[in-house]
């Protein structure tokens, strides 16, 4: 196609009758038929023609543009659709379609711009919309796109590209109840679409709705039955139902359609880990890491049972080069550097930063004493939920909240989940001296005793879920109902619940052998104070559970068969909190079970409790 050149506006000339099909106009609507119908050549005849007649013919110069377009050549396609704007500004087709060129061109201000001013004219064309969408996509405003895609999908709502492209934003911002419903709309206009079912299913997955996950991701992978990644995604569902031997065969059959499929092998992984066939489990791991060495989830993975079997010397260092996976890890982009362990820090001051959960907070919040013993002034910054508690543990020169503001000069820093690394941490050192967590203040002890009432019996707190939110929640939380099985030994119960589930709350509301005073648990300091008052603390792996481990408060503390790293495997004590107690589902991941044996040795303690009667 050759390069236009600049032409002198005219007005066409006058046509009679004879002369009519020579016009600009026919010429134009005959190339624009033969560009529709695929015969480019002799439609840049006819532009040609039309702007041997008139120069300045806007339409022509349009179809030139198209023609560059359909022969990819962006560059002449924008100068052609500037000259036919040059001719005819109120056309919304014309600044579109130079809109599309120089999206094409990677120009995304200008495209924006463009589209801006076609739907200035036109803001009925849900096509302009969805272009205007593309644009403010590549240019990272999010929120924007999203609302040009759900713009074109209100005006035309089968347009299958909006939903998409809406879905998929909604997706990566992590907004997975909006991107179901853009994908409902798409997998409605397009039931064959495998990819839509697909992605319908990760959403809801990522939800916790995985019965309705499975249903969609099989749905995809019954569309396209030879696809591994479909295959590998209805393994994953089924291992986050516990249904690990079943995830294994989908799993399989994700490898032999894909045998170098990374993730297919870390899910297959993880099946195996939860089924405790933990040489299987590496090996399978390090297969993944050797096909894509920066596969961080791998990594991951793989640090993680490394801690679990024991091995810290690998597990730490393995952890930390995995904490870059998706979902977990976020990049504060510190100007100073980050601290490992391997240098002096001595009148130095550092961040010590939380970088996990109140749990994990609480657990390695014992390594400040250690860093501020090397010299250094030690900023902590901890979640708000546990900033007032932790703001008088031992070395720390200042406390904040996370995200309370601008965070003061400092010369290192450190995310408290990479001090066990810094330190070379081993079983054998694990800094165990509790409790290393501020005495609640008298006063407040006081007014627990006040309100637990008469200590004639033994005062047991109960806690029986965590977040939901939590990766493994599933499997370590369970109903108020299950825990109940308990509650006909001798002692007084206190839920330590905070937000209890709705069925929970119900359990909770017919039980009044389980006394309820967690309307007073406004911040861990009071929750610490109503642990302090407790002879004995039952809890699944919580926050809670950390609590009472790290205030060297008796615990019993309930796990299921594939428990976090941290409790390590066949013990029922833990290196990491001496007064606690750990009581392990068997492979029958079974909390009834588990409980009747608490039962068991609690009315043992219960009888040997020192305030019993005779």
């Not at 066409?12 to 004879?18: D, H, I, L, V």
């Not at 390590?568 to 392990?584: E, G, I, M």
Request: glycine share 8%.
């Amino acid at each position: 196609m050759n390069r236009p050149q600049e032409h002198a506006a005219r007005p066409p000339r006058e046509s009679t009758s004879a002369d009519a099909r020579e016009t600009p106009t026919a010429w134009f609507e005959a190339g624009l038929r033969l560009l529709q119908a695929g015969q480019l050549a002799e439609a840049e005849q006819c532009g040609r023609s039309a702007l041997a007649l008139d120069q300045g013919h806007a339409d022509s110069l349009h179809l030139m543009g198209m023609l560059c377009v359909a022969a990819r050549q962006y560059d002449l396609a924008i100068e052609w659709f500037a000259m036919a704007i040059r001719q005819n500004p109120d056309v919304a087709d014309y600044f579109s379609n130079l809109g599309m060129a120089l999206l094409r061109r990677d120009r995304f201000d200008e495209a924006i711009k463009c589209y801006d001013r076609a739907l200035v004219l036109n803001p009925g064309q849900a096509e302009i919309w969805f272009r205007m969408g593309e644009s403010l996509r590549h240019r990272r405003r999010l929120d924007e796109a999203i609302l040009s895609f759900d713009q074109a999908l209100k005006l035309d709502g089968r347009h299958a590209g909006a939903a998409y492209a809406s879905a998929m934003l909604h997706f990566d911002e992590g907004r997975y109840e909006q991107a179901i419903g853009s994908l409902d709309r798409l997998v409605a206009l397009r039931p064959d679409l495998a990819g839509g079912h697909n992605l319908r299913g990760v959403c809801l997955l990522e939800l916790e709705r995985l019965e309705e996950a499975l249903v969609s991701c099989g749905k995809a992978l019954e569309l396209a039955p030879d696809s591994a990644d479909f295959a590998s995604n209805v393994g994953l569902v089924l291992h986050r139902l516990g249904r690990d031997e079943e995830a294994l065969t989908w799993s399989d059959k994700a490898l032999a359609l894909n045998p170098v499929l990374s993730f297919a092998l870390n899910n297959r992984a993880q099946s195996l880990l939860a089924l405790h066939r933990f040489d299987e489990a590496l090996a399978v791991l390090d297969k993944a890491i050797a096909i894509n060495p920066a596969f961080d989830l791998a990594h991951w993975n793989m640090g993680l049972t490394r801690l679990q079997l024991g091995d810290y010397e690998t597990g730490w260092a393995l952890r930390e080069r995995g904490r870059a996976c998706r979902g977990f890890f976020v990049d504060r982009k510190f100007t100073r550097p980050h601290w490992p362990g391997d240098q002096p820090i001595a009148g130095k001051t550092i961040l010590l930063h939380s970088d996990e959960g109140l749990g994990d907070t609480i657990q390695y919040v014992r390594y400040v004493k250690l860093v501020a013993q090397l010299g250094a002034r030690v900023i902590l910054e901890v979640p708000g939920p546990v900033h007032a508690l932790l703001s008088g543990i031992e070395g720390v020169s200042l406390c904040l909240p996370k995200g309370g503001g601008t965070l003061p000069e400092f010369d290192l820093h450190c995310p408290l989940s990479g001090l066990p690394l810094a330190f070379k941490t081993r079983i054998e050192t694990i800094p165990s001296d509790v409790p290393y967590l501020p005495v609640p203040q008298d006063g407040l002890r006081q007014a627990w005793e006040a309100r637990l009432g008469p200590h004639d019996r033994m005062r047991i707190g109960l806690v029986w879920s965590g977040s939901p939110a939590q990766g493994n929640d599933r499997n370590r939380s369970m109903r108020l109902a299950t825990m109940c099985r308990i509650l006909d030994a001798d002692a007084r119960f206190f839920s330590l619940q905070k937000d209890p589930r709705p069925e929970d709350k119900a359990t909770l509301g017919s039980r009044p052998d389980i006394i309820d005073l967690t309307a007073h648990l406004t911040d861990f300091v009071e929750t610490a104070a109503m642990v302090s008052c407790l002879d004995l603390v039952i809890s699944v792996c919580t926050s809670v559970a950390h609590l009472a481990g790290a205030l060297a408060r008796p615990s019993w503390i309930l796990l299921c068969y594939a428990p976090d790293f941290r409790w390590l495997l066949d013990r029922d004590d833990s290196p990491w909190y001496p007064t606690a107690r750990l009581f392990r589902q068997s492979a029958a991941c079974d909390y009834a079970e588990v409980l009747d044996r608490v039962r068991a040795e609690l009315n043992a303690r219960i009888a040997a409790w020192p305030g019993a009667a005779p």
